[in-house]
T-cell receptor, first 114, second 109 residues
């Protein structure tokens, strides 16, 4: 497809387990963003990749969270030892370039930690 | 870093009337200001944007204004319709996108 694709769309996991969330950006987009959205809340910045530059990890809430982007395309957000407060929708967006260009979002992954 | 404030948090408007949502930002280096609409269970969808060299942009019933001196920008929706009901987010970009806290807009039929 032509849009940002995220998988899975829904994930239920037990507390303490690790999870991996995947984002396939729009082809050719060099910038990729991860955000977290708790129920009824705003968009909390997590991490930003731009080309080959070092990612901006300033939004990651703890060292249980990490993300990588392989080959400048697909990105994986990993949450280790999940906690109930990690339950949220995780949104990925991509854009062409890092300046004044449009960013497009995927539909998100709804993570529920039980 | 950038800080974006958005007001109001909720807004109810009679169908056919206009709605205005306002945002301020802190980083004068921000040069791109998009607005997103988010419907229940969906990802945010870009509806309009404005770049720092422009003061106003219109797209049918939607318009955005930008005042770089005062560091604020606004979304205007005219002739509102029930399908305009959603949560709207403003954002400012200096590389990464920083979002406002959102406005829940309800159009009353």
């Amino acid at each position: 497809g032509a849009g940002v694709s995220q998988s899975p769309s829904n994930k239920v996991t037990e507390k303490g387990k690790d999870v991996e969330l995947r984002c396939d950006p729009i082809s050719g987009h060099t910038a990729l963003y991860w955000y977290r959205q708790s129920l009824g809340q705003g968009l909390e910045f997590l991490i930003y990749f731009q080309g080959n530059s070092a990612p901006d990890k300033s939004g990651l809430p703890s060292d249980r969270f990490s993300a990588e982007r392989t080959g400048g395309s697909v990105s994986t957000l990993t949450i280790q030892r999940t906690q109930q407060e990690d339950s949220a929708v995780y949104l990925c967006a991509s854009s062409f370039g890092h300046m004044n260009t449009e960013a497009f979002f995927g539909q998100g992954t709804r993570l529920t930690v039980v | 870093g950038e800080n974006v404030e958005q007001h109001p948090s909720t807004l109810s408007v009679q169908e056919g009337d206009s709605a205005v949502i306002k945002c301020t930002y802190s980083d004068s280096a921000s040069n791109y200001f998009p607005w997103y609409k988010q419907e229940l269970g969906k990802g945010p969808q870009l509806i309009i944007d404005i770049r720092s060299n422009v003061g106003e942009k219109k797209d049918q019933r939607i318009a955005v204004t930008l005042n770089k001196t005062a560091k604020h920008f606004s979304l205007h929706i005219t002739e509102t319709q029930p399908e305009d009901s959603a949560v709207y987010f403003c954002a400012a970009k200096t590389g990464k996108l920083t979002f406002g806290t959102g406005t829940r807009l309800t159009i009353i039929p």
